[in-house]
């Protein structure tokens, strides 16, 4: 079982800056393709991100593109999710999801088999 966890949310001011990991202890992490998503309170779970076990092919939605970054440490087994220029719209739970079986990254949630409890991001205006 992998089991993935979470970490680096928190509140910040619009404009800032998060960091958020999605790290697990076991090796074979390295070779799933990882996504990250997102669900505000009355929406539905949305992708936000995604980068191939190889972290050479990425995938970034159009709402975020030039503000945030996936990128992948595998000697860390550690995935993260770098968010700059935020805005309150961005609020959300954040979850981290692992695809086993394709080596490029999904956006649809359907096609992740393994999901982090989620961290909450809350961006003030």
């Known amino acids: 079982q992998v089991q993935l966890e979470e970490s680096g949310g928190g509140l910040v001011q619009a404009g800032g800056s998060l960091r958020l990991s999605c790290v697990n202890s076991?090796?074979?992490?390295?070779?799933?393709?990882t996504g990250w998503f997102r669900q505000a309170p009355g929406k539905e779970r949305e992708f936000v991100a995604g980068?191939?076990?190889?972290?050479?092919?990425?995938s970034v939605a159009d709402s975020v593109k030039g503000r945030f970054t996936i990128s992948r440490d595998n000697a860390k087994n550690t995935v993260y999710l770098q968010m700059d220029k935020l805005k309150p719209e961005d609020t959300a739970v954040y979850y981290c999801?692992?695809?086993?079986?394709?080596?490029?990254?999904?956006?649809?949630?359907?096609?992740?088999?393994?999901w982090g409890q989620g961290t909450q991001v809350t961006v003030s205006s």
């Open positions: 999801a692992a695809d086993k079986a394709r080596r490029s990254p999904q956006t649809d949630a359907l096609s992740y088999d393994y």
């Open positions: 076991r090796r074979t992490f390295i070779y799933y393709s």
């Open positions: 980068i191939a076990w190889s972290g050479g092919r990425t």
